[in-house]
T-cell receptor, first 121, second 107 residues
């Protein structure tokens, strides 16, 4: 259980275009999803927290107008990289935390998608 | 914010050897997970271990929350164990990652 699907796995786009990445929780409801970015040979850095039905919370230094996040349902969050530039080339990974409807609590382990490798030429 | 330090940063092992990876954190946490990232970038969830000890085959982990550290043990290492091992701690509603340990197992 607790599968997170991310699409696409990789994408190449031209500078100035926009790219949308989808993150889906397949077998559980995720009221909260997280978007991370990983540059080569570095760790994962949290970009933003995506809450279903409300605005995302961005980490310091992350441009909210450049990285648009939409979490319109309990199973889908999207990250759109707008007007992409070569410096946006990176590995983007989403994760989700399951909502336990019985205890009305967020179960603690985070489940991760397989990531999207973005290359901007 | 919280600091998460992993050691060693790099580790080279001969196949069959044992190893211990360490994760220190600077504040109380509500979650701790160990991950293995394979060469394709996929994060494999090894353990969810905010406290105590767990074992899964050749891997085991121990977290001593009161002393703010966790250990990941790999026994009888195999070449397929190569990759990057991350410790991540829950701080508030966020999961904060350490810098990772790069493990290379030679045959």
């Amino acid at each position: 259980g607790a599968v997170v699907s991310q699409h696409p796995s990789w994408v190449i786009c031209k500078s100035g275009t926009s790219v949308k990445i989808e993150c889906r929780s397949l077998d559980f409801q995720a009221t909260t999803m997280f978007w991370y970015r990983q540059f080569p040979k570095q760790s994962l850095m949290l970009m933003a927290t995506s809450n279903e039905g409300s605005k995302a919370t961005y980490e310091q230094g992350v441009e909210k107008d450049k990285f648009l996040i939409n979490h319109a349902s309990l199973t889908l969050s999207t990250l759109t990289v707008t007007s992409a530039h070569p410096e946006d080339s990176s590995f983007y990974i989403c994760s989700a935390r399951a909502w336990d409807s019985l205890s009305k609590a967020l179960t603690s382990p985070l489940h991760f998608g397989n990531g999207t490798r973005l290359t901007v030429t | 914010g919280i600091q998460v330090e992993q050691s060693p940063p790099d580790l080279i092992l001969q196949e069959g050897a044992n190893s211990t990876l360490r994760c220190n954190f600077s504040d109380s946490v509500n979650n701790l997970q160990w991950f293995h990232q394979n060469p394709w970038g996929q994060l494999i969830n090894l353990f969810y271990i905010p406290s105590g000890t767990k074992q899964n085959g050749r891997l085991s982990a121990t977290t001593v929350a009161t002393e703010r550290y966790s250990l990941l043990y790999i026994s009888s290492s195999q070449t397929t164990d190569s990759g990057v091992y991350f410790c991540a701690v829950g701080y508030g509603n966020k999961l904060v990652f350490g810098a990772g340990t790069i493990l290379r197992v030679k045959s």
